[in-house]
């Protein structure tokens, strides 16, 4: 019991710590005169990346290397927060990764990918476990179909832990001395900024943890 308190605690505790750093500093609101779209922009714009736009997204803040675009959420998009512009940031030291040719964001995108369709199979093997376990009464090759479609699914919590670097790198390389270096931030903020950017690089091993603890779980019922 206290194994799966720990665990839990593990996989709990950094989701916990990324959304409220977050939350924290949007507030105040108002706190820049330019929006975090308008701070990518500039960004994008310095370094000579004119033509990647940025665009408002439900999914979640990310920079899509298909189709070469910011894509930031609304808060974050729209907002004035040390939150925003430090986030907006951060989605700038994708694109820029990407310009320049860095090799390990190559790497993640083709491991996202692959990821996807392993995760496609996994789908249609956990959609065929009903028909192995009742219509062909073979239960133990049904479970066993839905164990590797379980692990398939997990194959994209595998490339978020194991590509952590190209988000640190896209934090502390490339936004940090922007933000810097163009003296965007108020020097009191540069403390928070720096936990922000540590949330952004954090935000997808959060995910990937609570997504390795329902795995995790699943295995717990069916193990015999």
Avoid: C
């Avoid at 310009?99 to 065929?128: D, E, H, M, N």
């Avoid at 931030?185 to 091993?205: F, H, M, Q, S």
Wanted: proline share 6%; net charge positive.
């Amino acid at each position: 019991m206290l194994g799966l308190v720990l665990l839990a605690a593990v996989v709990v505790l950094p989701g916990w710590w990324v959304k409220r750093v977050m939350k924290r500093h949007h507030q105040p609101a108002d706190r820049y005169p330019g929006t975090g779209a308008e701070l990518a922009r500039d960004l994008l714009d310095r370094v000579g990346l004119d033509a990647v736009p940025i665009e408002r997204t439900d999914q979640g803040d990310h920079y899509d290397p298909e189709a070469r675009t910011v894509r930031l959420s609304p808060d974050n998009h729209d907002g004035r927060s040390l939150t925003a512009i430090t986030v907006a940031a951060h989605e700038v030291g994708h694109a820029i990764q990407h310009a320049v040719g860095y090799g390990p964001l190559v790497w993640r995108t083709r491991l996202v990918k692959t990821a996807q369709r392993v995760q496609r199979i996994g789908l249609l093997l956990i959609a065929a476990m009903p028909i192995v376990l009742l219509a062909l009464r073979l239960p133990r090759a049904g479970l066993t179909l839905l164990v590797f479609g379980l692990a398939a699914l997990a194959s994209g919590i595998v490339v978020h832990l194991v590509t952590l670097p190209t988000e640190f790198d896209a934090s502390f390389r490339r936004a940090l001395p922007l933000l810097d270096k163009g003296g965007y931030l108020k020097p009191e903020d540069r403390r928070p900024a720096r936990r922000i950017l540590t949330a952004a690089a954090l935000t997808y091993v959060a995910a990937s943890l609570m997504g390795l603890l329902n795995f995790w779980w699943w295995l717990r019922i069916l193990r015999p």
